[in-house]
Structures are given as C-alpha cells and as structure tokens.
C-alpha cells in the first residue's frame, strides 16, 4: 500500500489525513526503519508492507470505533506504536497511555512521540498485570487496546481491570476468533465486561482476515484481578 492508496483508503472511511499528518507518518516509518537496526521492533521494514500492516490496519479499529472524542486511551503492549499512535495520528484529541514491558521500546516510543510532535502522551515501563493494579490507572481509562498481544482469556485479564466502568476494551485480532472468543467468554463476564460486537473484515490488497471486538465494561472487576505477572498467560480464566 503507497501513501497515495493510504490517504486514499483512509478518505473512503471518512478520515482526511492533512499534509502534516501523512508527514508524520513518513517520520514514523523513518524512525521505525532506523531504530530496527539497532532493536527489534518489527519483521515489517518494507514501507508499502508497514503502510499496510502497521499503520492502516491500527488504523481500521477507527472503522468501527469512535476516536473523535477525547478518550483517555491506554494501549497494553503497544511494541513499536500499534495501534495507538497511528491512531494518536489521525484523532489528535485522544490522551494516550502507552504500558510496555520492555524499557528500550518505552526508548524508541518516547524518542517517536517527540519528534512527531505529539501532545497528551505517556509511556509507562510495566508489567501490564502490576500495571492494572495501581490506583492510579486501575479503572481509569475510556478505551483500553491490544493488538495482536495474546488470546481473548488472558487479554481480558490484563485490559479489562484498567477500562472504567461504561468505557471499552477494544481487542485487535487477525484470523478467526470464533474459537478464541468461546474459551474466553468466562474471562470477559468474571472482569466484568461484556462483548459488544465483532466486527470482521478484510484487509486491503492481500486480504488477510481481521476482526476488531468491542466490549463494554458493565460492572467492576473484583479487586483480585489480574493476578501477579506471568500468572494469567500460565493459567488463564477458565
């Protein structure tokens, strides 16, 4: 996908990039590509292949998510950005938090957030289980994402503790979730949540299957979750 098919998939959605925000990305791929020499970041370096596999498809979560408003957002295990820069990008409104558990990604995303220019971002070096367990970001966000991180079972448990009461947890994913969504259909209701909808669809050009979940946050989750690190992708919610 070139920047030209980029801007114009993205105006057919109804989000018209401006001139400085298809710079930002240019910037982004640049720094992405230039840090992946010296940290592994991505497998993706080709820049059609990153237009599409990274920016686009963290992009197509706005497709069937409403970004315009000012969401406190919190990304679980963002890596390289995805899916809460590019979107930072196009719904520049959005408060993102940004938890990984590698201290030289946090490096690269601070370094990234800096050189676009980007107001109302945070980058938090933590385990995403002690994470959800402090006061201060427990129950605190809007929106909460993941893409690609892990299966619905343990996903739940590392995102749902951290969405507020009413907010969202929206979960990324790319082949089938049918399999997926039923072993962790127990997860979802003990955190407290409660799925939404599914939404499947295509990605352009090599169409390779996506789905992005919804799910709504409809009670509080039981202190007791998530449990200590490592805990819940050893022995998830069953």
């Not at 010296?38 to 237009?51: F, S």
């Not at 995805?82 to 938890?99: A, D, N």
């Not at 995403?128 to 006061?135: I, R």
Request: hydrophobic share 35%; aromatic share 10%; proline share 6%.
């Amino acid at each position: 996908m070139n920047i030209e098919q980029f801007q114009q998939e993205l105006k057919g959605r109804g989000i018209d990039l401006s001139e400085l925000q298809l710079q930002q990305f240019e910037t982004y791929y640049s720094l992405l590509v230039e840090w992946n020499e010296k940290m592994n970041l991505t497998a993706i370096t080709d820049k059609e292949e990153v237009y599409l596999k990274h920016f686009y498809d963290s992009i197509s979560a706005a497709f069937y998510f409403d970004f315009t408003k000012p969401y406190k957002l919190c990304d679980v295990g963002a890596g390289a950005g995805f899916p809460s820069i590019p979107l930072k990008i196009c719904f520049p409104g959005l408060h993102v938090s940004i938890v990984d558990s590698l201290n030289k990604r946090i490096t690269f995303l601070e370094q990234l957030a800096s050189s676009l220019n980007l107001s109302n971002v945070s980058f938090y070096h933590d385990r995403a289980e002690s994470f959800a367990q402090n006061p201060e970001h427990r129950e605190k966000y809007d929106v909460v994402m993941a893409r690609a991180v892990a299966r619905m079972s343990v996903l739940s448990e590392l995102c749902l503790p951290l969405v507020k009461p009413e907010g969202h947890f929206v979960a990324m994913k790319a082949a089938s979730t049918g399999e997926e969504m039923e072993e962790g259909k127990k997860a979802i209701f003990l955190l407290g949540g409660k799925v939404e909808q599914i939404h499947p669809f295509l990605l352009p050009e090599e169409d390779s299957e996506r789905n992005i979940i919804t799910i709504k946050k409809v009670k509080p989750t039981p202190k007791k979750y998530p449990r200590k690190p490592g805990t819940p992708n050893k022995t998830p919610i069953e």
